[in-house]
T-cell receptor, first 111, second 114 residues
């Protein structure tokens, strides 16, 4: 079963708008990561946030983590057509040597 | 490009057959993980290899097996293929088993079982 639940499952916005995706998880984690996947190809690592961090930025990406609510959000600002992809959150569980992925959010940026 | 390569890119097999998928890790990476991604789903962890030994396994039956070679390349073998094995198979490498933070994924092998 999946550790993470992502919301929404699909999101369609206009180019230039901001996109926000949410992820919830169930058990204690070492870190939470976000990945992008284009058209069923390989996963590209976007950003990692550790369990003792609350917010992290990387270019147009902003990630927040609330361990008390077991949730995270990914914000993409000033979206571009090239941002169209599926986005996955993945948690590294405490004491486990693996990543557990959510089911993903399919993001479409309309020109 | 992550430096992780996989072969073949696509594969069609029939039920009951056996398949071997290959992964070449990024240079200097001694840990490789394999994931199965069904259509419309997130990847699911199959197993991980570190220095040629299995180092963790997900909820997959024994007919899913693997190997890691001294040069840290890896194979995923699936016996007695079932229709539900149709999926994208991804491998990912990391520099050392202690550093689970960033996994570098290959482009995947898409397997279709008929």
């Amino acid at each position: 079963s999946q550790q993470g639940e992502e919301d929404p499952q699909a999101l369609s916005i206009q180019e230039g708008e901001n996109a926000t995706m949410n992820c919830s998880y169930k058990t204690s984690i070492n870190n939470l990561q976000w990945y992008r996947q284009n058209s069923g190809r390989g996963l590209v690592h976007l950003i990692l946030i550790r369990s003792n961090e609350r917010e992290k930025h990387s270019g147009r990406l902003r990630v927040t983590l609330d361990t008390s609510k077991k949730s995270s959000s990914l914000l993409i600002t000033a979206s571009r057509a090239a941002d169209t992809a599926s986005y996955f959150c993945a948690t590294e569980l405490q004491g486990a040597q693996k990543l557990v992925f959510g089911q993903g959010t399919r993001l479409t940026i309309n020109p | 490009e992550t430096g992780v390569t996989q072969s073949p890119t696509h594969l069609i097999k029939t039920r009951g057959q056996q398949v071997t998928l290959r992964c070449s890790s990024q240079s200097g990476h001694n840990t490789v993980s394999w994931y199965q991604q069904a259509l419309g789903q997130g990847p699911q962890f199959i197993f991980q290899y570190y220095r040629e030994e299995e180092n963790g396994r997900g909820n997959f039956p024994p007919r899913f097996s693997g190997l890691q070679f001294p040069n840290y390349s890896s194979e995923l073998n699936v016996n007695a293929l079932e229709l539900d094995d149709s999926a994208l198979y991804l491998c990912a490498s990391t520099p050392r088993v202690q550093d689970q933070e960033t996994q570098y994924f290959g482009p995947g092998t898409r397997l279709l079982v008929l």
